[in-house]
């Protein structure tokens, strides 16, 4: 795979960069996201790397949420309190 040249403000290069290394992307702005989604429950990518927009009511088959901040602003999350309850990653909490 090759990634030199990939622009930050080049979105189409960079989703056929990540599909190609079986990785999804999603975030409020990410015109692809639906595009990472649908991959990522057919299994066609192994990782989605999000922000809370995938707490906000996006089922997905996860077996392991990484959570890297529980910062919003000035605010704490709960990790506890995520929902994550449809998915196997509910099963398994680990605080990093």
Known sequence: MNISG?????????EQVCREARIGLHY??????????????KREADVLIATSTVAAGVNLPARAVI??????GLETLDVA????????????????
């Open 28 to 41: 409020a702005g990410w015109e692809y996201r639906r595009e990472s989604e649908r991959a990522f429950r």
């Open 6 to 14: 990939v622009q930050q403000a080049d979105t189409r290069r960079l």
């Open 67 to 72: 959570i890297a901040d529980t910062q919003i």
């Open 81 to 96: 309190s995520l929902p994550l309850k449809e998915t196997g990653a509910a099963r398994k909490r680990v605080s990093l």
